[in-house]
């Protein structure tokens, strides 16, 4: 299973764009790389989901460049309603689970927007 | 679309009691998961069913911790009996069909253990 690798936490202010990266060194050419976002007394809720290149929704945009071995997820114009804890995670894109192939989060990257 | 269901939100039992974790998928969904997330850490898979078989249980205590999931929809996750170290949030998620489809998370149930 191909390990993830982030920031503990990072510090942001409002209006400014923030960048997360994530390490994934060994990962496999099936995986697909998968972030989440997780608020307080909540469960964690899907932000995107890349392979390679570039992928853009309406709330992020993740960057994989061609070795794949870290991707970053990138939040425009950050408000106070997006501190929150950023998973990264790594997983077979064909697989249908089971102990080798889950998705496996990790401690995630707490990020602080401060006004 | 109705979100996954989960209950009770919180809970409060004594070691050596037991308690069951209740959640309701999505419609349709045929994967369900049961995470358990200690404060400060990551999500933890406990079990994962497709259908009402089990596809991974390898994180599961097993001597304590028991999951079904009847007809393929609802499921429960029973902990008998608690330990002090159970004390967490219980996360209950569904999606369509593999991994790589985006999973729904229900609120969670916290448990705590005295």
């Known amino acids: 299973l191909a390990k993830t690798t982030q920031p503990i936490s990072m510090d942001s202010y409002e209006g400014q764009e923030v960048n997360i990266t994530c390490s994934h060194n060994n990962i496999a050419t099936n995986d697909y790389i998968t972030w989440y976002q997780q608020f307080p007394s909540q469960g964690p809720r899907f932000i995107i989901q890349g392979y390679k290149t570039k992928v853009t929704n309406e709330v992020a945009s993740l960057f994989i460049p061609a070795d794949r071995k870290s991707s970053t997820l990138s939040l425009p114009r950050v408000s106070l309603s997006d501190t929150a804890v950023y998973y990264c995670l790594v997983g077979d894109i064909m697989n249908y689970g089971g102990s080798q192939g889950n998705l496996i989060f990790g401690k995630g990257t707490k990020l602080s927007v401060k006004p | 679309e109705a979100g996954v269901a989960q209950s009770p939100r919180y809970k409060i039992i004594e070691k050596r009691q037991s308690v069951a974790f209740w959640c309701n998928p999505i419609?349709?969904?045929?994967?369900l998961y049961w995470y358990q997330q200690i404060l400060g850490q990551g999500p933890k898979l406990l079990i994962q069913f497709q259908n009402n078989g089990v596809v991974d249980d390898s994180q599961l205590p097993k001597d304590r911790f028991s999951a079904e999931r009847l007809k393929g929809v609802d499921s429960t996750l029973k902990i008998q009996p608690a330990k002090l170290e159970d004390s967490a949030v219980y996360l209950c998620a569904s999606s369509l069909d593999r991994v790589s489809d985006t999973q729904y998370f229900g609120p969670g149930t916290r448990l705590t253990v005295l």
């Open positions: 419609s349709g969904h045929a994967t």
